[in-house]
Structures are given as structure tokens and as C-alpha cells.
């Protein structure tokens, strides 16, 4: 049974740093892709960052390009979200998502929700 296991966020003022953490129950390398995805209030769910488990690679929504990192820590089968020069439109719930596998590209898929499989219960991250 594989479970992804959200930690951190919480509550900071803008321009401030926060990070979030997601454990998985199983290694990385058994998934393709990790991403994180948010919800604000009374928005869709949006794809964040992901991170391609296979080659490193990293894909970022354009709005958080050059303040949010992704990384892996294999040893630890964690995913972690460095969110820097936070905004108050970073507020939402931050989901960590996992897939074994897409239906295309990476690239091309990796802001899609529904090509993930595996889903942690969310931590709140609130930006005043």
C-alpha cells in the first residue's frame, strides 16, 4: 500500500520561506514522477513543481519559477518543495502526487492531476 506523507508548511508572512516535505512509503526510483500540486480557496488544483525520479529532471509552474526548488533525497524516499519570496497568492493546500508512469512526456504531462496515481492528504500553507 503506498502512502505519501505530507510534513511542514504553515504559516509565514510574504516575501518569507517556508518548505515542504513528502515521504513515500516506497523508494522514489518505483515512481516516474513526484510533483506537487495546491488548491487555493476556490481555485482548481494546480500543478506546483515535479521531479523526474529517473534523470533529476525539474519542472516548474511559470508563477514560481526561481523561488520554488525541488529535490529528492533517495536515501530518505523523500520529495522536499523549498518555497522562497513566498506571495499570498502561494496560500493553498500543497499535495505531494506520485506516478509509476504517463501517459506521454514528462514534460507534457506532469501539470496533470488526474496522471497521478497516489496522493498525500495535503499540509496548508498560508501567506499573509
Known amino acids: 500500500h503506498v502512502q505519501l506523507v505530507e510534513s511542514g508548511g504553515g504559516s509565514v508572512t510574504a516575501g518569507g520561506s517556508l518548505s515542504v516535505s513528502c515521504a513515500a512509503s516506497?523508494?522514489?526510483?518505483?515512481?516516474?514522477?513526484m510533483g506537487w500540486f495546491r488548491q487555493g480557496p476556490g481555485k482548481e488544483r494546480e500543478g506546483v513543481a515535479a521531479?523526474?525520479?529517473?534523470?533529476?529532471?525539474?519542472y516548474y509552474l511559470n508563477s514560481v519559477e526561481g523561488r520554488f526548488t525541488i529535490s529528492q533525497d533517495n536515501s530518505k524516499n523523500t520529495v522536499t518543495l523549498q518555497m522562497n519570496s513566498l506571495k499570498p497568492e502561494d496560500t493553498a493546500m500543497y499535495y505531494c502526487a506520485a506516478t509509476r508512469a504517463f501517459g506521454g512526456t514528462t514534460y507534457a504531462n506532469w501539470k496533470e492531476a488526474e496522471e497521478y496515481t497516489y496522493w498525500g492528504q495535503g499540509t496548508q500553507v498560508t501567506v499573509s
Open positions: 521531479i523526474d525520479t529517473g534523470d533529476g529532471s525539474t
Open positions: 516506497t523508494s522514489t526510483y518505483a515512481y516516474a514522477c
